[in-house]
Nanobody, 123 residues
């Protein structure tokens, strides 16, 4: 089992920045990936960013590319998402997730999920 505990989030004006973190504990894994997903009101959950845990390679949704940065601290088992130049359309509940099998960005490939954390961006 992997436990994922998110922190961060909150409210910010458009153009501002927020940082999300996710502490992983329990079963450790050197393979696979970790990612961030989000779900806006009335919409399906969508992929935001993914990082390969061992090598650090990253991949982003087009909507956040150049504004968000995903990173990990392997020693502390902490996943982070730095969000800059935030827009109202970034408003959503953000989830961290762990994929112990592969490097996919597909939601159904992620085995473990943290509780969501709210991000609200206002004009």
């Amino acid at each position: 089992q992997v436990q994922l505990v998110p922190s961060g989030g909150g409210s910010v004006q458009a153009g501002g920045s927020l940082r999300l973190s996710c502490a992983a504990s329990g079963r450790t894994f050197s393979h696979g990936a970790m990612g961030w997903f989000r779900q806006a009101p009335g919409k399906e959950r969508e992929f935001v960013a993914r990082i390969i845990w061992s090598g650090g390679q990253t991949f982003y949704a087009d909507s956040v590319k150049g504004r968000f940065t995903i990173s990990r601290d392997s020693a502390k088992n902490i996943l982070s998402l730095q969000m800059n130049s935030l827009k109202p359309e970034d408003t959503a509940v953000y989830y961290c997730a762990a994929n112990t099998k592969n490097w996919s960005t597909r939601e159904d490939q992620y085995d473990y999920w943290g509780q969501g954390t709210q991000v609200t961006v206002s004009l």
